[in-house]
């Protein structure tokens, strides 16, 4: 079965760095498009970034542009958000996901905090 296990998330000093990873299973990783989404306590989730099949097409939300860089690892099956410059608005849990035929898989997500 199509598995999604996020990682990464911590507490963060405003400005600071961190590295998210999904490792992906059960489904073939290296022909799939994947994402990257968020919530914030009381607030819809939201979506950060795309990468296509191959990392050669990339988007991202206005929110995240020039500070969030998505790629991944065919060969490892994994999936990674580098967040830079980290502001407390970026506070959420954040879900890697994937369509597969007809359905749409989702991790159980990692919590990032940015606070002084």
């Known amino acids: 079965q199509v598995q999604l296990v996020e990682s990464g998330g911590g507490l963060v000093q405003p400005g600071g760095s961190l590295r998210l990873s999904c490792a992906a299973s059960g489904f073939t990783f290296r022909n799939s498009a994947m994402r990257w989404y968020r919530q914030a306590p009381g607030k819809e989730r939201e979506f950060v970034a795309r990468i296509s099949n191959t990392g050669g097409s990339l988007q991202y939300a206005d929110s995240v542009k020039g500070r969030f860089t998505i790629s991944r690892d065919n060969t490892k099956a994994t999936l990674y958000l580098q967040m830079n410059s980290l502001k407390p608005e970026d506070t959420a849990v954040y879900f890697c996901?994937?369509?597969?035929?007809?359905?749409?898989?989702w991790g159980q997500g990692t919590q990032v905090t940015v606070s002084s």
């Open positions: 996901n994937v369509p597969v035929d007809v359905l749409n898989y």
